[in-house]
């Protein structure tokens, strides 16, 4: 499984899937890369740490001047597309307010409905709502 999952992020990584075209990325993507370069370390340093509580992350954190360099810059850029993901995911309603007024009108509020509006009608979306969709990962 461990061995998939770095194929996968490997792949993702040459596809492009790490280009200024997306600029965040969501918890899964971000385990998966680094699966691939923090792997062998977690192995040698942190393998008792545990997922629960960011355990591994501050494992690594203590344990930064033994771990790789690959691993460090994956570490902080993977942190920054995530910080990212997450500023994306709160100014999206914002930006996709005027879009969402004028191709939603009458949609119920809350649980993804709205959003859920705008996906359908993402030919009619304005590229910046659109744009903010995508960086959010909602699509």
Known sequence: MNYLRSILAVTFLLAGGWTAQ???VGFA???????VSCGKDIDKHCKSATLANNGIG?????NQAKISQKCNADRAVVAKLIQERLAAQAAAPEI??????Q??????QGAGHVLRCLLK???????????????????
């Open 22 to 24: 997306s600029q965040t």
């Open 29 to 35: 993507d971000a385990i998966s890369i680094l699966a």
């Open 58 to 62: 501050q494992c690594l954190d203590k």
């Open 96 to 101: 996709c307010s005027r879009d969402a007024a």
């Open 103 to 108: 191709l939603c009108q009458g949609v119920k």
């Open 121 to 139: 009608a993402q030919p009619s979306v304005s590229n910046k709502c659109n744009t903010a969709i995508d960086l959010a990962g909602y699509r």
